[in-house]
């Protein structure tokens, strides 16, 4: 065992790419459900922002713009959904589980002509003056853009969420629909901007992988990050930075345990390998042990309006 | 998740299935896979062995698959597809043997096989490939190539093929190089881009300039190649796309010949429970093309060991060798033996020089 073969400036940088995926789906999907809806999509729609977000950077040669499509795409498969559950009354589980199947084959349809090419890279942002200062410089500083702007969109949210009256307006459409109805507010628009921001958040966090994290297009290739930023939400209490925190957590020690393994800790793997669920879980339950932290009152509930 | 799994599958399976309700004579031959097909890799390799089967016998035989079911839960799409009438049914990963045993049980009249195990029944073979074989190759190249001498190695899950494969991998590296160190991950996981990808990072930031991996996607491919000076092999199948450089061989697993073969057998009605574990010689395991990236000498070397060990003039597993723990495994000039104590098939140990443990399964 040596653990000085392990470079903390190159594990913190790993660990900020490994998170940012997950980041992204769970903080699209915090903001689904404080709007009291569930979709359980996230999977589907990360998969098909990945094809989608691959192929547009490949063909453009420009990272940035595979970013966007995918936003749009996985905004406008969330879209679906919406109009499923919102107007047509279907289940929210069974359509958010539909919609992670569709998307999966969508996916791999699409992705067919894209196996094997090499994506375009993506400069990284090395943010003047910051990035010199010494070991901090390069850990926080120097990283692909979308690293920062997964943490904008975060502190955006949370601004939005708790300090403005929009956010007021979706969280009161999230506890109790039927009152916010009342009072004049239009749930299914409020719910619907909320689904697509959920997906071209997750779509972002799918070309996430496939641009930056692996990179190339592999069929299937998000693997159940999808349910993994469904259950950070949770566990998260559905409060912004600590889904920052869960992502970070999670995909910290994913990569961290990696290395001890490399490393040939003494530490028996199977423990190693089980540590990014059993540490993330662990954390976020004994934060929100105090105080009341529940789901938002209508979340997976049917909306049916009252004149 | 496992709900999911199985319903994804279920749905794959009922989707498989809709357009085939037709044509009572066709054999039908059904196909489990761990991944998707299109992962570049293990079950890329299973399916063209199933696109062969269609091209022997056209019209007469009908196949269906369904693709990415979990380890943990495949008697549900194994009995789903018994149901649908399949007359031959391949399940392709290790993890599959005891519910293909259960399944098999209830269905007597449909045949079994399953890849990579090691427990038959009367309607259930086993048939795997020798895979070590290519890994002394992969060993070799590695051992040369390596400036760090250190060589990373993915690992998938602790059964015996995957560390028949580290074990092989290192004697013929350190054959050549007796400095060289292997750095093991376990990453519990056939399939998983990201993870495997973050594998790789792990074993590059940690000095490794050559990567050997035993998951099925190209994902440490792409990893190899943007930190630019690390080698490695392709796995299960060529992985061309990565070739001349990172990727400077493979193992591919050739599927096929066999798949045609027991199909053929059961149209024939002459299939028996079988058990086949075929290497370089039969075809059943191939080595890509070595490119120029490897010096002439290496590439020589390594084709002649390729040659020799389809030949049977050598084996992978040749004395004397002692297991990690010291204690003696094979005399000198003694070559392993399949089964029994201590031989291939259940192979639970590392042997002497590698610096690490077996997790328990």
Redesign the interface.
């Known amino acids: 065992m040596d653990l000085g ?3 903390p400036l ?2 913190l940088a ?1 660990l900020m790419v ?1 998170a940012t ?1 997950i980041l992204l789906a769970a903080i699209g999907e915090a903001v689904v459900e404080k709007s009291g809806v569930l979709n359980l999509g996230v999977e589907g729609m990360m998969i098909t922002g990945a094809v989608v977000g691959f192929a547009f950077g490949v063909n453009t040669g420009a990272p940035s713009i595979g970013f966007v499509a995918a936003a749009v795409a996985g905004a406008a498969l969330s879209m679906l959904f919406g109009v499923l559950v919102l107007y047509l009354k279907s289940n929210q589980v069974a359509t958010g ?1 539909g919609l ?2 569709f998307g ?1 084959g969508l996916s ?1 349809l699409i ?2 002509p894209y ?5 375009p890279t993506m400069a990284k942002w090395e943010i003047p003056l910051l990035s010199d200062i010494p070991v901090l410089g390069p850990i926080m500083f120097r990283h692909d853009p979308m690293v920062y702007v997964s943490l904008i969109i975060v502190a955006l949210t949370w601004y939005v969420l708790t300090r403005t009256r929009a956010g007021l307006i979706l969280r009161g459409v999230g506890e109790n629909h039927n009152a916010a109805h009342a009072l004049g507010y239009k749930v299914i628009r409020v719910r619907l901007m909320a689904i697509a921001f959920g997906g071209a958040c997750a779509g972002m966090g799918g070309a996430y ?1 496939s641009l930056v ?4 297009w ?8 999808g ?1 993994i930023a469904l259950a950070i939400v949770v566990f998260a209490s559905w409060r912004p930075w600590r889904v920052l925190l869960g992502a970070y957590l999670f995909g910290g020690i ?2 961290l345990q ?2 001890l ?4 800790v003494p530490i ?3 423990i190693l ?1 089980m540590s990014p669920y059993l540490i993330t879980i662990l954390v976020l339950v004994v934060i929100s042990l105090r105080g009341n932290h529940g789901a938002p009152g209508s979340l997976g509930r049917e909306f049916h309006a009252t004149h | 998740m496992r709900v999911l799994k199985s319903l994804l599958a279920t749905a794959a399976l009922a989707t498989g299935l809709a357009g085939a309700a037709v044509a009572e004579d066709k054999t039908k031959v059904g196909f489990i896979y761990v991944g998707p097909v299109g992962d570049g890799g293990w079950t890329y390799e299973h399916d063209k062995g199933r696109q062969a089967v269609e091209a022997a016998f056209g019209d007469k035989v009908e196949t269906v698959y369904v693709e990415s079911v979990s380890e943990s839960n495949a008697e549900g799409p194994i009995t789903q597809m018994a149901l649908s009438g399949a007359d031959l049914i391949f399940t392709t990963s290790f993890g599959f043997m005891d519910a293909t045993l259960a399944v098999a049980e209830k269905f007597p009249n449909v045949k079994f096989e399953h890849a990579t195990g090691y427990k038959q029944s009367d309607n259930v073979s086993v048939y795997s490939a020798r895979f070590y074989e290519g890994r002394a190759v992969q060993g070799h190249i590695a051992g040369k190539m390596t400036k760090s001498n250190i060589i990373g190695y993915i690992a998938s899950f602790p059964i015996p093929e995957v560390i028949r494969g580290i074990n092989s991998a290192y004697i013929h590296a350190k054959k050549v190089n007796p400095d060289v160190q292997f750095k093991i991950i376990w990453a519990y996981t056939w399939f998983d881009p990201a993870k495997e990808a973050d594998a790789a990072k792990a074993l590059i930031e940690q000095g490794a300039d050559v990567i050997l991996q035993h998951t099925d996607s190209t994902a440490p491919q792409a990893a190899a190649k943007e930190a630019g000076n690390v080698v490695t092999f392709g796995q299960a199948s060529d992985m061309g796309e990565y070739a001349p450089f990172p990727r400077v061989s493979s193992i591919i697993d050739d599927w096929a010949p066999y798949y045609v073969a027991r199909t053929k057998a059961v149209m024939d009605g002459t299939w028996e429970s079988v058990s086949t574990w075929d290497g370089i010689g039969a075809g059943m395991v191939g080595i890509g093309e070595i490119t120029d990236a490897v010096p002439a000498d290496v590439k020589a070397e390594a084709e002649a060991l390729r040659d020799a060990l389809a030949s049977g003039e050598y084996h992978a597993f040749t004395g004397p060798l002692n297991k990690q723990d010291g204690t003696p495994w094979l005399a000198d000039g003694e070559t392993a033996s399949d089964y029994g104590d201590d031989g291939l098939a259940g192979m639970s140990f590392y042997v002497e020089g590698i610096e690490a443990e077996i997790p328990s399964n």
């Open positions: 073969q392990i470079n190159l594990l790993s490994a995926p589980l992670t199947l999966l791999a992705g067919k196996e094997g090419i090499k994506a992988i994290r692996v990179p190339q592999v069929e299937g290739m998000t693997a159940g990050a349910w994913s990569v990696l290395n393994q490399a490393a040939g028996p793997v199977e390998a």
